[in-house]
């Protein structure tokens, strides 16, 4: 259905989708801005002024008017754990983006008086105490009041966990029940667990203690992720690079992404990883994987990209930056022959580190390889986290053809790094303009879902303030991003871990039609809304999967969530509250501005014996009203 000023033009090269009326920003050095994007076979056709794309609109193009909002590249989370959260969403109550500890347990009461026996309530992860007013964690007696009967599982980070007596009950801890290695059940003076468990470091038996609850069916767990890859493109979110994880086997645990691939229903592009699961049997692992499947099979929507984020247990750093850094053992004739099999086998992988002293041990075995000629041998690798890499490793890392990915966890554990390592530690971690500097690819995202919030607008606000979710400013002025910045490692950055630079990270012909429309101009907001902002149309592959406010409707409707009690049913994801800009303060002064404007006007209409607003149904003076 053409719009005012576009035209039916010729059929054969007509558009499938047209979105003008937008203030988009390619990301294209060679034509920055446009107003319009023509789309056809999945792909971005044209890229013009509304006028230009007048030749492309035929009978059949669909014309979305966006209303001179912000269009942008899609988002690519270089960093997420999609494919395991997708299966765990519907079961999770999300904490993201609540306010108050109030309303938190608030939530938390409700679902626990909707959970069925035998079920338990799960807040796994995207939210930390410094994001509450109340500046705290939940107390054990405020869950048992909360959930007297339903067992409650709560993740804060990987620091701790808490459960309530239900939860204790169910899953079978005792006064006999020994501390695992790395882990802590507290106890009372009576000998008996408390309710809390710490990560001490390793968070092992808080994933552990989840994984005793039960799971879903297959149908739920195929609606679960598509829910979950929704709430994504709420975000705007079109690309994601999987990192595995704990309890993420392959193949068993990626069955159901692959289905729905295959039934190209997937709404979000994922790349992933491979995930050795088992210590001390991570190389049978990666020896059946690159003898049985490559790193590039499948398709634009779900592809094989390497291994990681872990390749060997030994080797991975867990950061709990409430405790000490940990103490590594000697991991490395392991590791080396796993990063050796890799590379000879033409694999690329990514690598869980979050401390310089992991770093330098890692980059000393990938170039002991370097010196057979064996690195990189042409294979993208890469480290993930990098909070307190030094200059001197990333010169390392630069010269061996690495790249890096930065995530905002700091937005949620900012309060307990700094108290660790003090805030000149904090104002440069991630040093990600030490790493730009360098030329370095570096990639932007979340680590979601169980430390820190899937929205990737938390994290573009990090990139950007360099504040955590407390408000306090952790990052250093020269540490910040622009804007433009932030985004391109929030788009071309994650499309360089996959090798799709080419055809995705930009608007521009040919590339894939990844795009969002904003509900706010990330460009221009104050600073503090960039957390608040969420797409009201995501396109991806050319077709709508998220519309909201004036799109509303435009994306095909999912079926409704199950289980019925889910959580997501009664509460959705993210909890969005309104920007900044429009409450709180501002709202106040505003509030202030209207009283003191109103007497203003009242005194002057009297001096002048005018009638007042809202007396004898006199016409208001267009200059007040
Ligand atoms: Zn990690």
């Known amino acids: 259905m053409p719009v005012a000023g576009i035209r039916p033009g010729t059929p054969d090269q007509s558009a499938d989708l047209v979105i003008r009326n937008a203030k988009v920003y390619t990301n294209d050095p060679r034509r920055p801005r446009a107003t319009a994007l023509a789309i056809r076979d999945g792909l971005i056709s044209a890229v013009g002024d509304d006028a230009d794309i007048v030749p492309v609109v035929g009978p059949a193009t669909r014309v979305v008017d966006a209303l001179g909002r912000r269009a942008v590249p899609g988002l690519n989370d270089a960093h997420l754990h999609v494919i395991r959260g997708g299966l765990n969403y519907v079961l999770e109550l999300r904490w993201d983006g609540v306010p108050t500890l109030r309303q938190a347990l608030a939530m938390l009461r409700v679902q626990a008086e909707a959970t069925p026996p035998g079920q338990w309530v799960r807040v796994v992860g995207g939210w930390s105490a410094d994001q509450f007013a109340e500046r705290r964690l ?3 007696d405020e869950l048992d009041a909360a959930a007297p009967d339903t067992p409650v599982f709560v993740l804060h980070l990987y620091q701790s966990a808490l459960l309530n007596r239900a939860a204790l009950r169910a899953a079978g801890f005792t006064r006999d029940t020994p501390d695992p290695v790395g882990g802590q059940i507290v106890r009372g003076h009576d000998g008996e667990p408390t309710g809390l468990l710490i990560a001490a470091p390793g968070a092992l038996l808080l994933y552990s203690t989840l994984a005793k609850a039960p799971t879903l069916d297959e149908a739920d767990r195929t609606g679960s ?8 493109n709420r975000f705007g979110l079109t690309s994601a690079i999987d990192a595995a994880g704990g309890f993420q086997s392959f193949p ?5 992404v692959m289905d729905l691939a295959r039934r190209g229903e997937l709404t979000l592009r994922i790349a992933y990883h491979l995930f050795p699961q088992t210590a001390g049997q991570e190389l049978d692992d990666l020896n059946r994987w690159v003898t049985t499947v490559r790193p590039g099979d499948g398709d634009a929507w779900l592809r094989l990209n390497g291994a990681g984020e872990n390749l060997t247990w030994a080797a991975a750093d867990f950061e709990n930056f409430t405790e000490p ?8 004739s392991e590791f080396e022959k796993a990063v050796r099999l890799l590379m000879e086998h033409g694999w690329g992988f990514r690598l869980h580190a979050s401390y310089d002293e992991t770093i330098r041990r890692d980059l000393a075995v990938f170039e002991k390889l370097a010196a057979e000629g064996l690195f990189p041998h042409g294979n993208r690798w890469l480290f993930d986290h990098a909070e307190t890499v030094s200059p001197d490793s990333l010169d390392r890392i630069a010269a ?29 971690a991630p040093p990600v303009r030490a790493m730009l500097n360098r030329g370095l690819t570096v990639a932007g995202g979340t680590d979601a879902t169980r430390v820190s919030s899937y929205n990737p607008w938390v994290a573009l606000h990090w990139l950007v303030s360099g504040r955590a979710v407390s408000g306090r400013r952790l990052a250093a002025e020269h540490n910040r991003l622009s804007r433009a910045e932030a985004l ?5 950055g994650g499309a360089r871990l996959t090798g799709e630079e080419e055809v995705k990270g930009r608007l521009t012909v040919g590339s894939y039609a990844d795009v969002a429309v904003l509900g706010a101009d990330y460009f221009t907001v104050p600073e503090a809304d960039i957390p608040h902002i969420e797409s009201v149309l995501t396109v991806v592959g050319g077709r709508i999967v998220h519309g909201a406010q004036e799109h509303q409707g435009l ?16 509460f959705g994801g993210y909890q969005a509250t309104s920007a900044p800009s429009l409450t709180g303060v501002h709202q106040a002064e505003r509030v202030a501005e209207a009283v003191a404007a109103s007497d203003e006007q009242r005194a002057w209409r009297q001096a002048r014996g005018l009638a007042l607003p809202g007396q004898g149904g006199a016409p208001l003076d267009p200059c007040f009203s």
Not at 225 to 232: A, K, S, V
Not at 325 to 332: C, D, F, K, N, S
Not at 488 to 492: S, V
Request: net charge negative; glycine share 8%; aromatic share 10%.
């Open 325 to 332: 850094r940990p103490h590594l053992g000697a991991y490395e």
């Open 488 to 492: 391109e490692l929030y788009t071309l």
């Open 555 to 570: 994306a095909p409707e999912l079926p409704a969530v199950t289980p019925s009690w889910s959580p997501v049913s009664r």
């Open 138 to 140: 939940p107390t054990l």
């Open 252 to 256: 068993e645990n990626y069955g159901t």
């Open 225 to 232: 992720t598509r829910h979950f890859l929704r709430e994504l």
């Open 400 to 428: 061996l053809g690495g790249a890096v990915s930065v995530q905002n966890r700091l937005s949620f554990q900012g309060e307990a790094f700094v108290a660790r390592y003090g805030a000149p530690a904090a104002a440069e």
